[in-house]
């Protein structure tokens, strides 16, 4: 766990970047931080893995004060994805991904069977890939690459500040696919920095929205989009994204209708009706469990959906809507 308590930083140059921030980021969370250009998300980030220094207040991780602790050290447990990835260009993919492991003292065959695992779970073919260079790689495969150098090393944490903002829209929407189907097996703490509202409510457990170096809510996606709150929150979001009870979209059109539950109890499990809008659905699973039925009028169980399927649709109506 991450914690920031009443954090300040003001710039050499008198800038007041964060003006006291509070926020806490649980062990095994992807936590996105959102908010307009200069609002203070990069610094906030930095601050974590101290190529930032902070002006006042505390940051811990575990319990433990980062002041304390040795920088390097500290960056070596803590993995870091940028917008335009640093790989090394006169290095090859192996090389760029082995590199901290290295540095931790990793025999050769753990790490070359890490740079295999890794490079598979993206889609990189190790026998093609591992020996290229960087520059011999699209854009997209390349931001897959800095992807997994950062988890090379199994960090406990991850820094990722707009990792997918310079990628192409198919590009982007894979990677974000992939590092949501990632972050569902591996749980480590993710502080993810986007601009991107579709892209936060997509990967995120928890969205801070942030403006002028303060935090103006914490909630999770379905909580923001449900219950902002206040006026710059609501306008961050979007007022179509708000309405999605607005929307003509049912239940019935993003169910499973493969009976996902093969051994359940009914009872155990909240119902929704098949006709329900997308975000009577949604508001459903502020508190709820990550499934529910579906059922016809006369109460037949015909299907279940999750919350991760309403929130995509979600998503991607709204892409459809900003498209036309
Ligand atoms: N090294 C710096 N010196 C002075 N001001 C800075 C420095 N870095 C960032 N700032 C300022 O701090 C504020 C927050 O910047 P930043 O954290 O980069 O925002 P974001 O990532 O949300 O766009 C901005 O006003 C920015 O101009
Ligand atoms: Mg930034």
Request: glycine share 8%; charged share 25%; net charge negative.
């Amino acid at each position: 766990m991450i914690e920031f308590k009443n954090v300040k930083k003001v710039y050499e140059d008198g800038t007041e970047a964060i003006n006291g921030i509070d926020l806490m980021i649980p062990e095994g969370k992807l936590v996105a931080l959102i908010g307009p250009s200069g609002c203070g998300k990069t610094t906030t980030m930095k601050m974590i893995n101290k190529l930032i220094g902070l002006t006042s207040g505390t940051i811990t991780i575990n319990g433990k004060d980062i002041s304390e602790k040795d920088e390097v050290e500290l960056r070596r447990n803590i993995g870091y994805v940028i917008q335009r990835i640093g790989l090394l260009p006169h290095m090859t993919i192996e090389e760029n991904i082995s590199l901290i492991p290295k540095l931790k003292g990793w025999k050769k065959e753990k790490y070359e069977n890490r740079v295999e695992e890794l490079m598979n779970l993206v889609g990189l073919e190790p026998g093609i890939y591992r020996k290229k260079y960087p520059l011999e790689l699209s854009g997209g495969q390349q931001q897959r690459v800095g992807v997994i150098r950062a988890l090379a090393a199994e960090p406990p944490i991850i820094l990722m500040d707009e990792p997918f903002s310079a990628l192409d829209p198919i590009s982007r929407e894979q990677l974000q696919n992939e590092l949501k189907h990632i972050q569902n097996s591996i749980h480590k703490t993710i502080v993810f920095v986007t601009h991107d509202i579709d892209e936060a409510l997509k990967l995120a457990d928890e969205i801070a929205v942030m403006k002028d170096g303060r935090i103006e809510q914490i909630a999770t996606p379905v909580e923001l989009i449900s219950s902002p709150a206040n006026e710059f929150v609501r306008s961050f979001i979007g007022e179509h994204r708000l309405n999605v009870g607005n929307k003509e979209k049912s239940v019935a059109d993003i169910m499973d209708d493969n009976p996902v539950f093969q051994h359940y109890e009914e009872s155990e499990y909240e119902t929704i009706s098949l006709d329900a809008t997308l975000s009577e659905a949604a508001g459903l699973f502020v508190s709820k469990e990550p499934h529910v039925l579906v059922v016809t009028k006369d109460g037949k169980h015909i299907g279940s959906v999750s919350r991760s399927d309403i929130l995509h649709a979600v998503a991607s109506e709204n892409r459809r809507e900003a498209q036309s």
